[in-house]
């Protein structure tokens, strides 16, 4: 099993950054797709940004230019740099796992809270 562990939430204002932590216990593979989620009450969990073994990354529209992912094998951490924080970022952040080799995410973490007030 692997355990995901997010920190650095908290609340901002409109133009502020913030760094998101996810720290990987357990079954912790190098070879690990990793990406972070966001759900806000309500909606649907939205993809937000996503990294590959090989560091390529992906994001979702709205934070392309404004969001960062990087990920240190060494320690077992990806981190997500958010800046030029919008309203509309508001959300509950979920680190997630999987085998690069599969498709669904199978490893979650509780979540951290972003709060981004105008």
């Known amino acids: 099993q692997m355990q995901l562990l997010e920190s650095g939430g908290g609340s901002v204002q409109a133009g502020g950054s913030l760094r998101l932590s996810c720290a990987a216990s357990?079954?912790?593979?190098?070879?690990?797709?990793m990406a972070w989620f966001r759900q806000v009450p309500g909606k649907e969990r939205e993809g937000v940004a996503h990294?590959?073994?090989?560091?390529?990354?992906t994001y979702a529209d709205s934070v392309k230019g404004r969001f960062t992912i990087s990920r240190d094998n060494a320690k077992g951490t990806v981190d997500l740099q958010m800046n030029s924080l919008k309203p509309e970022d508001t959300a509950m952040y979920y680190c997630?796992?999987?085998?690069?080799?599969?498709?669904?995410?199978?490893?979650w973490g509780q979540g951290t809270q972003v709060t981004v007030s105008s």
């Open positions: 990294i590959e073994l090989s560091g390529k990354t």
């Open positions: 357990g079954r912790w593979y190098k070879r690990d797709c």
């Open positions: 997630a796992a999987r085998s690069c080799l599969d498709v669904d995410y199978v490893y």
